[in-house]
Nanobody, 125 residues
Framework: QVQLVDSGGGSVQAGGSLRLSCAAS????????MGWFRQIPGKAREKVALIYSISGITVYADSVKGRFTISQDDDKNSIDLQMNIVDLGDTGMYYC??????????????????WGQGTQVTVSS
């Protein structure tokens, strides 16, 4: 059973930085797409950043390119999201997500099988 535990959320002022972490266990395959989604009330969960475990290739939403960086630990079981120069639009509940296989066919929340419990990020002006 795959388990994802995400952490690191909190309150931060616009222009500041925050780092989210996702600790994973229970994977049965080395090939997996892992990433972060965020959601605000009344809206669908949207992709923020993805990383493929084998190649390390990353994918970012246009809104976070150049500001956020997704990375994986040496054991490739855990991932982090470094959030820099945050703005009010980055506020939301952030969820760690994972699925077996690559990221090319996985762009929306419904493509992922495993989810963390979520960690809240609040950006203030």
């Amino acid at each position: 059973q795959v388990q994802l535990v995400d952490s690191g959320g909190g309150s931060v002022q616009a222009g500041g930085s925050l780092r989210l972490s996702c600790a994973a266990s229970g994977y049965t395959s080395r090939s997996r797409c892992m990433g972060w989604f965020r959601q605000i009330p009344g809206k669908a969960r949207e992709k923020v950043a993805l990383i493929y475990s084998i190649s390390g290739i990353t994918v970012y939403a246009d809104s976070v390119k150049g500001r956020f960086t997704i990375s994986q630990d040496d054991d490739k079981n855990s991932i982090d999201l470094q959030m820099n120069i945050v703005d009010l639009g980055d506020t939301g509940m952030y969820y760690c997500a994972a699925r077996y296989g690559g990221c090319s066919g996985a762009q929306v929340a419904g493509d992922f099988n495993f989810w963390g419990q979520g960690t809240q990020v609040t950006v203030s002006s």
